[in-house]
């Protein structure tokens, strides 16, 4: 980024209506639906040779102290 700092977040919310719904039609529990979703955006991060300064779930316990 130019010789600057810069940090990136990233990560997933596991709450909410939409995440519920989409987790049905899909015959899962909301955590495990998210799981997978998270795995394969780690990958693609991965394969895209990007990284970030923290990724985040909603469902971490770090997350769930703030």
């Known amino acids: ?3 600057k700092t810069t940090k ?3 990560g997933t919310d596991e709450h909410g209506l ?3 719904q989409a987790a049905e039609r ?6 495990s639906f998210c799981t997978q979703y998270s795995n394969r955006f780690r ?3 991965a394969a895209a040779k990007a990284t ?12 769930r102290q703030a």
């Open 26 to 31: 899909a015959g899962r529990d909301p955590l």
């Open 43 to 45: 990958d693609l991060m």
């Open 1 to 3: 980024m130019q010789g």
């Open 18 to 20: 939409k995440i519920q």
């Open 8 to 10: 990136m977040s990233a």
């Open 52 to 63: 970030n300064t923290d990724f985040i779930r909603t469902t971490d316990p770090q997350h």
